[in-house]
């Protein structure tokens, strides 16, 4: 398996939902990283866990909320999210941090 | 100044042409990617490249770290090539981190 998948691929959600985007991968890979992108816009660095422990937080929003349940599984859970967070939002992972990525397709959000 | 540039921006051609976009970067770096991505769609990751040159098909990478610069060349563009190239460097003293330029957005024509 040497893909990263996430789930599921479009949401929409109203402002007061709780909902959570899931990424997969069972490569062995140890750092995981979420991704916003925004129309016409390079990925912007949200969150990376490495060795399943919270490495970087790029000062995101309490409204977003990593979780790294074990080191094959992050998922990332949204409560009172804006319009303005619609976004494309990518998983990816690497062997170890910095090293070889693979990206997932990405969840596609709107906040309505 | 960005720290990774590319260029063109957007580039337009005629299916058959051969193709390269040119990435530029100021900073340390230990590894180099491209990246490709279709409209809507997910990233897929080319190359990564630390020297010289890799090959992948009709896909060429080329890097000099002397002078900071990378191209990627496509041979014989065909319309399913047409996409949003990425650059991204891993920047040498924050190993979990990767700078990505804004893309080259590629529209190969039949």
């Known amino acids: 398996d040497t893909e990263v998948t996430q789930t599921p691929k479009h949401l929409v959600m109203g402002m007061t939902n709780k909902k959570s985007l899931k990424c997969e991968q069972h490569?062995?890979?140890?750092?995981m990283y979420w991704y916003k992108q925004k129309a016409k816009k390079p990925p912007e660095l949200m969150f990376v866990y490495s060795y399943e422990k919270l490495s970087i937080n790029e000062s995101v929003p309490s409204r977003f909320s990593p979780e790294c349940p074990n080191s094959s599984l992050l998922n990332l859970h949204l409560h009172a999210l804006q319009p303005e967070d619609s976004a494309l939002y990518l998983c990816a992972s690497s062997q170890v941090p910095g090293y070889g990525y693979t990206f997932g397709s990405g969840t596609r959000l709107t906040v309505v | 100044k960005n720290e990774v540039e590319q260029s063109p921006q957007n580039l337009t051609a005629q299916e058959g042409e051969f193709i390269t976009i040119n990435c530029s970067y100021s900073?340390?770096?230990?590894?180099l990617h491209w990246l490709q991505q279709h409209p809507g769609g997910g990233i897929v990751s080319l190359f990564m490249l630390s020297s010289g040159k890799k090959k992948h098909g009709r896909l060429i990478a080329t890097i000099n770290i002397q002078e900071k610069h990378s191209s990627l060349h496509i041979t014989a563009s065909h319309p399913r090539d047409s996409a949003v190239y990425i650059c991204?460097?891993?920047?040498?003293?924050?190993?979990?981190?990767?700078?990505f330029g804004k893309g080259t957005r590629l529209h190969i024509l039949p």
């Open positions: 991204a460097v891993r920047a040498g003293l924050r190993d979990d981190k990767i700078i």
């Open positions: 490569m062995g890979h140890r750092a």
């Open positions: 900073v340390g770096i230990s590894a």
